[in-house]
């Protein structure tokens, strides 16, 4: 039943924060949307920061790495998927006094990202660790640059179509790169 409780909280203030930005939603608020009362959200979180916290940790931790990729950009729109179906909540944790955490959760997802590249792309070959970080730094930089650049754009283009446009453009730019790092050893 815990576990039940906990999920609703969650779903609920995904659905408030989708509707209002993060100052504007109270305790009282998430609990009254999921049928509880105040004492049952406050066994299952400190507060709405650490609410929020974990639904990022959650979402960083469940990535998904498709055991058949054709591309790097099945690794992207698996990474982008909870952004898109999330966009004004995104943009309203972008927007408050949380930015930070929404910066970490930015972050993680990222790192994860490109190491379930590089390790799909270079399953065949060992790269040191001092190729292997550049390559990740490179990478996590460009993917964290187009999720900022979206939102500073107030999210008018369509995130997804973009970073497809852009794999087709640099088809090969990550294989090669695996590639450069083995001569690199």
Known sequence: MKSNTKYSIKVSFMKLLNQKPLSKITVKEIVSECGINRNSFYYHFKDIPNLLEEIFIEQADSILQPEHADNIYDYLTG???????????????YNSTNR??????????AERTVNAC???YAVDCVLSKENRDAVLVYYKSLLTGFVIDWLNCGRRYDLSDKLRRICVIFDGTFENAMRNCIQLN
Do not use: C, G, K, V
């Not at 982008?80 to 995104?90: G, K, P, V, Y």
């Open 79 to 93: 990474t982008i998927r909870f952004a898109l179906d999330n966009e004004s909540a995104m943009m309203h944790i």
């Open 100 to 109: 930070e955490m929404f910066e970490r959760y930015r972050e993680r997802m």
């Open 118 to 120: 590089i390790d799909y």
